[in-house]
């Protein structure tokens, strides 16, 4: 699947939603960024905290950071990493290959 933003900051997805990449995601405005894998998306708002949707099968959902202070996200296969704007950087979902256990 695919995911965009609309300048008026909401979100608009196409394409596979077999996972709930498209059902799920949210259809209220505010968000400043966007990413997704091939079945999961995680979006930025605009106070800096994150909403994830779609699949959660292998915990890319779980373990999402419910404090604000994030300027940047990306999605990975199966995990999410954020930058807080105090420099850190925040993975969350699996961790079977390392992604959170050797993030920065």
Same mark, same amino acid.
């Given at each position: 699947?695919?995911v965009g933003l609309r300048n008026?900051?909401?979100?608009?997805?196409w394409g596979r939603s077999s996972?709930?990449?498209?059902?799920?995601?949210? %259809?209220? =405005?505010?968000?400043?960024?966007? #990413? $997704?894998?091939?079945?999961?998306? @995680? !979006? *930025?708002? +605009?106070? /800096? &905290?994150?909403?994830?949707?779609?699949?959660?099968?292998d915990g890319q959902r779980d373990?999402?950071? %419910?404090? =604000?202070?994030?300027?940047?996200? #990306? $999605?990975?296969?199966?995990?999410? @990493? !954020? *930058?807080? +704007?105090? /420099? &850190?950087?925040?993975?969350?979902?699996?961790?079977?290959?390392?992604?959170?256990?050797?993030?920065?």
């Amino acid at each position: 699947h695919s995911v965009g933003l609309r300048n008026d900051g909401t979100v608009v997805t196409w394409g596979r939603s077999s996972d709930g990449q498209r059902r799920d995601a949210p %259809t209220s =405005a505010g968000f400043v960024a966007v #990413a $997704c894998s091939e079945s999961h998306g @995680v !979006g *930025l708002r +605009n106070d /800096g &905290t994150v909403v994830p949707w779609g699949c959660d099968s292998d915990g890319q959902r779980d373990d999402e950071p %419910t404090s =604000a202070g994030f300027v940047a996200i #990306a $999605c990975g296969g199966a995990h999410n @990493v !954020g *930058l807080r +704007n105090d /420099g &850190t950087v925040a993975p969350w979902g699996p961790s079977s290959g390392g992604q959170r256990r050797d993030a920065p």
